[in-house]
């Protein structure tokens, strides 16, 4: 089963999110990340620190699309820990580790029921498809 693309943050840590928007896809036997224009620039320091990139607000700004992993699911492993509430999906490709989260993350802040449960229900599908795909 592929789930083409949904909407998703990628995380610098669980204890420090620093959540940069964008869509994680899983097409072809393959588990992307993408991020999006709404990312906020001071969100991205972290992921140019990462990605050894530059001016990632400046691409988004030209329409570039700008992929921060893209690999086949068969070279990952693929946990879901129970202290995300369900909606934390931890990738990890060889030699690296991706926090990938299907709520906002908003330290400090109650997260609405609604926006939980929208999360939750996401990797649900998610976790059905990773599984359907031999994962």
Same mark, same amino acid.
């Not at 620190?49 to 700008?66: F, I, M, S």
């Given at each position: 089963? $592929?789930?083409? /693309?949904? @909407? ?24 992307? *990340?993408?991020?999006?224009? /709404?990312?906020? #620039?001071? #969100? ?9 990139? /530059? ?7 030209? !329409? /570039?699309? %700008?992929? %921060? ?5 068969? $070279? ?18 060889? !030699?690296?580790?991706?926090? %990938?989260?299907? $709520?906002?993350?908003?330290? !400090? ?6 926006? *939980? ?5 996401? #990797?649900?599908?998610?976790? @059905? ?7």
């Amino acid at each position: 089963m $592929d789930l083409h /693309e949904d @909407k998703a943050w990628l995380l610098q840590s669980r204890i420090n999110p620093v959540p940069v928007p964008g869509a994680v896809a899983l097409t072809g036997g393959r588990i992307s *990340f993408s991020i999006d224009s /709404e990312a906020d #620039a001071e #969100a991205l320091d972290w992921l140019e620190k990462e990605l050894d990139a /530059e001016d990632l607000k400046g691409r988004l700004a030209t !329409g /570039e699309p %700008v992929v %921060v992993f893209d690999h086949p699911l068969s $070279d990952c492993v693929v946990t879901w820990p129970i202290t995300g509430g369900g909606a934390v999906m931890i990738v990890r490709p060889p !030699g690296h580790k991706w926090v %990938v989260s299907y $709520d906002h993350p908003s330290p !400090g802040a109650i997260t609405t029921p609604m926006g *939980f449960l929208s999360g939750r229900r996401r #990797a649900k599908a998610w976790k @059905k498809a990773l599984a359907d795909s031999g994962v």
